[in-house]
Each structure stands twice: as C-alpha cells, then as structure tokens.
C-alpha cells in the first residue's frame, strides 16, 4: 500500500511572496524618482585663459583701487604742509584740495568701470531722514560736548590744547575752509569708508 504524502502549502503563501516582492521594488522606485527630481549636473566647462586673466586684472585693479584709497590722502596732505603764508602756500593747498578731488574719481571710476560695482556698494545712496538726524546729533555732540571736554582735559593734563593746529589756519580764506572741509569731509567718506572699508570686507569676509 502506497501512501501518498501531500504537502498542502497554505493559502497564505502566495500572499506572503506577493508583500515580499512589494517591498523589495518600493526601495527601487524611491531610487528612480529621486534620481529623476534631481537636476542635471552640468558638466565642468574649462576656463579660457581670457577668463582668468580678466579675473586677474580685475583682482589687481582693486589692490591698486584699496593703496590709493588708504595712502593717497596722506601723500597728499604732504603737498601742503611745511609752506609759508602767501600766494604759493594758498596755491599749494587749492592744488592739494583738487588733487584729491581727482583721486576719488579715481578710485570710482575703478570701482564702477573695473569692479562693477554698484553706487550703493561704496554707500553712496539717497540719505534717510534717520541718517541726516544721526549726522545732526553727531555733530552737536562733537562741537558741544567732545570738543571742549578734550579740550579741558588736554589742558589739566598739561599736554597742550589744539592751538598749534588752529595756527596752521590762521590767514586762510573763509572760502577755503569751507571749500576744504566740503572736499575733506565727502574723500574720507567715500575712500575710507565708502571704498576700503567695504571692499576689505568682502574680500576678508570679516569686519576686523
């Protein structure tokens, strides 16, 4: 007598395999989709040597750009100092005045022709209301308060007062020390501040 042994897989089996095979092509179907989202990646073009060079220019055109900012003031402020009081000395100090009204149209037609930069990059822009208020205040501060108090301090300490400085003006024309601070006052701001301050910071990455 033969007997016959019969295996019943249960019904469950077919199932079970089906989930299996389910889960193993979800992870393969995530992997598609994702690399299908995914941008191309542009392939890495060479630089021509053209590019490189005016790269390199313009990198050499803004250290020569920050030297004339931060040492063309004070080669300047040389032209007049040591002259006698008379015509020439007054010649002397217009030339400087003017000498420095070309070296900041200088280093602007750097920036803007060269760098490419824009006029609000080197803080030159439409005052706010805040800033001529600020401006205001500063300058009452300095007049009213910090003026006379160094003053009062030099003095008790015996270090000498601003007189040897104030001597240098005496017999100039009102006009030219208007004319002066004007010119003064608008170069520092724009080569110190306006020009090497922000391009030493972009180039540093850092404000110290």
């Known amino acids: 007598m033969i007997v016959r042994a019969t295996l019943r897989v249960p019904r469950t089996a077919p199932r079970l395999a089906r989930v299996v095979r389910d889960a193993q092509r979800i992870p393969n179907q ?3 989709r994702t690399a299908a989202a995914q941008p191309p990646v542009a392939p890495c073009l060479p630089v021509s040597r ?5 790269h390199e220019f313009v990198e ?3 250290a020569v750009g920050l030297i004339l900012a931060l040492l063309g003031p004070l080669l300047i402020a040389r032209i007049g100092e040591g002259t006698q009081p008379g015509r020439g000395r007054m010649l002397r100090l217009l030339g400087a005045q003017l000498a420095l009204c070309g ?3 200088l280093v602007l037609a750097i920036a803007f022709s060269v760098e490419g930069l824009a006029w609000r990059q080197v803080g030159l822009q439409a ?4 800033s001529v208020a600020y401006g205001l205040a500063l300058a009452g501060f300095f007049v ?3 003026g006379p108090a160094a ?3 030099l003095s008790r300490l015996h270090l000498g007062g601003f007189e040897h400085g104030l001597a240098k003006l005496e017999g100039l024309p ?3 020390l208007l004319f002066a601070v004007l010119i003064g006052g608008a170069a520092e701001e724009i080569l110190y501040r306006g020009y090497a301050f922000e391009r030493l910071t972009s180039i540093t990455g850092s404000l110290w």
């Open 174 to 176: 009102l006009w030219y």
């Open 151 to 153: 003053y009062w301090l």
């Open 144 to 146: 009213y308060i910090y």
């Open 50 to 54: 053209g590019a490189v060079r005016c």
């Open 60 to 62: 050499a055109t803004t």
């Open 30 to 32: 995530r992997l598609h």
């Open 127 to 130: 005052p706010a209301f805040t």
């Open 103 to 105: 070296l900041v149209m």
